[in-house]
């Protein structure tokens, strides 16, 4: 079988696909991942065959032009790129500029199964041109398009990132395309959260249309690295995983990472900074108790945190989870308040304002952390759930089954 993973051009949109992909060429199938802008080369580097979607012009760059009101129209885009771009709506723009490069990709690779993210509507309009059945996966551990809030679309879009059908860019797309009001041909839907997080314990139809949801093991996926001397030996004393993402790292003074740094110097713990991006100059002479790491895969290096604290974003989240690691969530944008609620709601961390970031409150939400029991016992509860989901690999092989038990191709 040959199977079109697509993805939009962002490491949380992304990475989590990669463990499936994984799943699917190990039992034997032929896989290819649609994306564009710095996926291509993380998809390659994970291993997986990678088709340049739209290689016109690099998306992630011009979303950051346009957030800091420099974008300059230039190149041959679509109709509308440029207004999309300098109003930083990204999830319409990927959908703009991916969704025909995708079908064209499907088509050239001879598709039999599209799997797209509940997010990323190129790929489910990819999967209904191409006429093939799809996989829809949701990426985030913060919402799914199973909750009620989600489908009444009062969280569409800003939050969350899901464009609605009757959307403009979308209703132009399906006219062009010849789609109307055509669906994909779902053969099931995943949802990789922890039960007690809003996940499920076993199958359950879609409430509109009957498609089942499946539960899978979320298995983080963050890059491979040759992990630093440290990252091997226990500590002496607490660790602390301190990262904001790859986003906030490209914002003016950090994101508000100084504040973080300063807040947690005091403390008798070491303190690794996950952060290959952000000029740590602009912050004068670091603390003792601070190692700049550079980039390092968090499943290389949270086995042995007592603490993780981030900005909410999902793969972060997700991956603390996934190790049973307390966390302190200083929400940004996106879904990351939707994460901060998940965690703090299961009390397996807590969350911080922005505007409430301060030596003092940072430090006393840090303590809590690290010496109540009942954050760390919750994390080890979650950890426990996840591990006894259905692995990407069996979820594979169930679709696998199902596609070949409906005479649509062999498994």
Partial sequence: MRVLFTAAPGYGLMLPLVPLAWAARAAGHE???????HMKEVGAASGLPVADVFPARDIGSDLVAGAAGTAQATGDTPPGYWELVREVRPFELFTLAMTEGTVTAGREFGADLVVYC??????????????????????????????????????????????????????????????????????????????????????????????????????????????????MRRPDRPRICLTLGTVAPLLPGGGGLGALIEALAGLDAE???????????????????????????????????????????SGTTAAALHHGVPQLIVPGGADNALCARRVVDRKVGLSVEPDQVDVETVR???????????????????????????????VFDRIAADLASRGRVGA
């Fill in 31 to 37: 896989v290819l991942l649609a994306t564009t802008a």
């Fill in 118 to 231: 509940s997010d990323h509507m190129a790929g489910r309009l990819a999967a209904i041109a191409l006429g093939v059945p799809a996989l829809e996966v949701g990426n985030r551990v913060s919402w799914s398009m199973r909750d009620e809030e989600f489908r009444d679309g009062r969280e569409h879009n800003a939050r969350t990132g899901v464009v609605p059908d009757d959307a403009p860019v979308v209703t132009a797309l399906r006219e062009r395309l010849g789609l109307r009001k055509a669906e994909p041909d779902l053969v099931a839907r995943i949802d990789p959260r922890a039960p007690s997080m809003g996940g499920l314990e076993g199958e359950r139809p879609d409430v509109s249309d009957g498609v089942p949801w499946r539960p899978m093991r979320y298995v983080p996926f963050n890059g491979g690295a040759v992990l630093p001397s440290w990252a």
């Fill in 271 to 313: 303190v690794m900074l996950a952060d290959g991006e952000t000029d740590l100059s602009q912050f004068g002479a670091l603390p003792d108790n601070l190692h700049p790491a550079g980039f390092v895969p968090l499943s290389g290096i949270l086995r042995d945190c007592s603490l993780v604290v981030h900005h909410g974003g």
């Fill in 364 to 394: 006393t939400a840090v303590e809590r952390l690290l010496t109540e029991p009942v954050f760390a016992d919750a994390a080890a509860e979650v950890r426990a759930e996840i591990a006894g989901q259905p692995s990407p690999a069996a």
